[in-house]
């Protein structure tokens, strides 16, 4: 009995930890031509490869992204 509950203790603690899993990431930078000056208005386009999810944002009037 007293193993049964330890066994169900770890695995509710396992299980618990995860549902509550999360992965999250941020991408920022800055576009830039050939000579280094920033490029606002530019299409940025980023893809998770592993569920082909895709993001598209527009630099601002300093090139920035995020």
């Given amino acids: 009995m007293w193993r049964n509950a330890v066994r169900a203790f770890i695995f509710l603690c396992l299980a618990w930890t995860a549902i509550w899993a999360q992965s999250t990431a941020q991408l920022s ?3 830039r031509d ?6 606002p208005g530019v299409e940025v386009k ?20 995020v």
Avoid: I, P
């Avoid at 050939?34 to 490029?39: D, I, K, R």
């Avoid at 993001?55 to 601002?60: G, H, K």
């Fill in 46 to 65: 980023a893809t998770q490869t592993a569920t082909g999810l895709e993001r598209t944002v527009l630099t601002n009037e300093t090139g920035s992204y």
């Fill in 34 to 39: 050939q000579s280094g000056a920033v490029l």
């Fill in 29 to 31: 930078g800055t576009v």
